[in-house]
């Protein structure tokens, strides 16, 4: 948790990120993902000065469980000083035991934002998904939990100005927006109506354009006319039997050569990021296997 400190910006933990999008569609499968089709809404987990702390706090642990579709689990939530913004005990359940920084007693509407992360925790605890890494687990956390729904509360929770600072979670800002973006292209749902953070639109916005480039990627017919020059000139490049076989340098895709004449070239799935592999024979109409996505070609 930023507080009062400095925010991180920019894309720092994109391919991480990108595997975790990946991990979530593998683990879950396409289906279930489409039954997150429908975010938190703000009233659920609307939280006032008024509100009783503890009750409130209960009212929208139980919210996030519903969404989550735990319906065995329970959350008890404590508070005390702590340096992170929150603490989970994952446990063989059914109860789970969450502390929340004494800083949320008096930051009641970020309380949703803190839970929607230690909730995901619980979730993917019982789905047996996790990255090896501390680090990369929390970043799967976040991204699972902005994928699934309830991300947009962490972004919303972000705020910064001249004096002060907040940001949850583990991805800057830019990253929240860009997954955000992801899960708006899949599901046709505009999450920056949600917002209270002036930040938060900005970073939004910058995640979109981050997102929309994943679509606009050689061999994609949306691809732009310099990438697709790039593309027509590492094509030529691959078809040198000498030369085929190898990932071009500092491009999404990869040339590989089955037999004399027969070409394939692999790259990222727009949507879940899992690689494609095509042939090499011009106009050709692909659909992830993974994600269901289906891809206009150019190869």
Not at 119 to 136: E, G, I, K
Request: glycine share 8%; hydrophobic share 40%; aromatic share 10%.
């Amino acid at each position: 948790m930023a507080n009062g400190g400095p925010v991180e910006h920019g894309f720092p933990h994109l391919e991480t990120v990108r595997a975790a999008v990946t991990a979530l569609y593998r683990r879950l499968s396409y289906d279930t993902v489409r039954t997150f089709s429908a975010s938190v809404a703000p009233v659920d987990v609307a939280f006032c000065d008024t509100d009783d702390l503890y009750l409130g706090t209960q009212r929208v642990a139980h919210e996030l469980v519903r969404h989550y579709r735990l319906p065995d689990a329970r959350m008890i939530v404590s508070f005390r000083e702590m340096t992170h913004a929150a603490n989970v005990e994952l446990t063989a359940g059914p109860e789970y035991f969450i502390e929340l920084n004494d800083r949320f007693r008096t930051h009641r509407r970020d309380i949703g934002a803190a839970l929607a992360h230690e909730v995901m925790h619980v979730y993917l605890h019982r789905l047996d998904l996790a990255f090896p890494s501390t680090r990369d687990n929390e970043i799967l956390t976040d991204t699972a939990t902005t994928y699934l729904g309830a991300g947009w509360l962490l972004l919303d929770a972000y705020r910064e100005d001249a004096a002060t600072s907040q940001k949850l979670g583990y991805l800057t800002p830019e990253e929240f927006g860009y997954v955000l973006a992801k899960r708006a292209l899949v599901f046709g749902e505009d999450p920056s109506v949600w917002f209270t953070s002036p930040q938060a639109y900005t970073a939004y916005g910058k995640g979109l354009a981050r997102a929309r480039r994943d679509e606009q990627q050689p061999p994609l017919t949306a691809a732009g006319w310099a990438g697709r020059r790039r593309y027509a000139r590492d094509r030529r490049h691959a078809q040198d039997p000498h030369a085929a076989g190898a990932a071009v340098a500092g491009g999404p895709y990869a040339f590989t050569a089955q037999a004399p004449g027969q070409l394939r070239v692999s790259f990222p799935c727009p949507t879940c990021h899992q690689r494609i592999r095509v042939p090499v024979r011009g106009r050709v109409r692909a659909r992830c296997g993974l994600c269901r996505t289906v891809l206009e070609c150019d190869t």
